[in-house]
T-cell receptor, first 112, second 113 residues
Framework: SQTIHQWPATLVQPVGSPLSLECTVE??????LYWYRQAAGRGLQLLFY??????ISSEVPQNLSASRPQDRQFILSSKKLLLSDSGFYLC???????????FGDGTRLSIL | GENVEQHPSTLSVQEGDSAVIKCTYS??????FPWYKQELGKRPQLIID?????GEKKDQRIAVTLNKTAKHFSLHITETQPEDSAVYFC????????????FGQGTILTVHP
């Protein structure tokens, strides 16, 4: 069966510091991969979407970036974090567009 | 792009009652509508979904109905239990936003024993 792993679970970073969050999927090949952000008490906002290695679609202008160096690895990065980057970051995968998306456990990011 | 509105934002029911959460979407080409349950601090978990070629789907105490003409879909939970308490999110995808889920703002459901 397929599993998705995200780390770290929690992260506290100072303003202006860099960021790297990692997500990996096991048990499937060529998954569609997604990064979402959830502000406290709010819905999920799609940040990035990838259908394959090196293919990244950015949904929201921001100071974050995403990369997919391997088939089942998805990385969310920032060179300089802002206070507004605080939130719950969730990685998700699906077999194909239009198929159910399954979420990882998320990373709770606090910016000080 | 797609826009999804979800109501109510909070819902409080007594154990054993039914709960209904409604969502409307804007893109008539959307064709896939999942519902997620998120417990505090946890990941969203898919509980039921429906595609545009059917009007209703049921899984034990949970059902989803879809009205394509009116562009709305609803989650129905019968015989609610305290463990049903959570935040529920609807979502939609298809058409120009194929593969990209647009989520509603969520409904906080509280089931009182």
């Amino acid at each position: 069966s397929q599993t998705i792993h995200q780390w770290p679970a929690t992260l506290v970073q100072p303003v202006g510091s860099p960021l790297s969050l990692e997500c990996t999927v096991e048990g499937t090949s060529n998954p569609n991969l997604y990064w979402y952000r959830q502000a406290a008490g709010r819905g999920l906002q799609l940040l990035f979407y990838s259908v394959g290695i090196g293919q990244i679609s950015s949904e929201v202008p921001q100071n974050l970036s995403a990369s997919r160096p391997q088939d089942r690895q998805f990385i969310l990065s920032s060179k300089k974090l802002l206070l507004s980057d605080s939130g719950f970051y969730l990685c998700a995968w699906s077999l194909d567009p239009g198929q159910p998306q399954h979420f990882g456990d998320g990373t709770r990011l606090s910016i000080l | 792009g797609e826009n999804v509105e979800q109501h109510p934002s909070t819902l409080s029911v007594q154990e054993g009652d039914s709960a209904v959460i409604k969502c409307t979407y804007s893109d008539s080409a959307s064709n896939y509508f999942p519902w997620y349950k998120q417990e505090l601090g946890k990941r969203p978990q898919l509980i039921i979904d429906i595609r545009s070629n059917v009007g209703e789907k049921k899984d034990q105490r949970i059902a989803v109905t879809l009205n394509k003409t009116a562009k709305h879909f609803s989650l129905h939970i019968t015989e609610t239990q305290p463990e049903d308490s959570a935040v529920y999110f609807c979502a939609a995808t298809g058409g120009t936003s194929y593969g990209k889920l647009t989520f509603g703002q969520g409904t906080i459901l509280t089931v009182h024993p």
